[in-house]
């Protein structure tokens, strides 16, 4: 193990560097998305990039709303990973949807309840 390089170093890094150098996101071999798809919220027309969750596309819509409680306050996404439910839409007719945990699919229908 003597002369093995800490994980984050490279070949061109400076030994001893004190921040890794991952490179460039193309350096790692992601890559901008071509493909899109169009969906639909509250009735308008949203292109995303495929892959998007439902979420994204309300946002991308300008929707900041995603529905009220029960008191009638407004509520919108919170945590982002499936365990608020703050993000419930409804989807294709299917109500409560967590919108954060859904990948938008072509034609897709999404309302927002405010
Ligand atoms: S944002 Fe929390 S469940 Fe979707």
Redesign the pocket.
Known sequence: MGNRRPRHETASSPKGASRPTWGSAADQGVRPTTDFLTLSVNGAPVTVPAGASV?AAIALAGVTLYRRSVNGEPRA???????????SVTIDGRAHC????VVCQPGMEVRTDA
């Open positions: 979420s996404p919170l945590c982002g990973m499936g365990i608020c439910f703050e993000c967590r919108s954060c945990q």
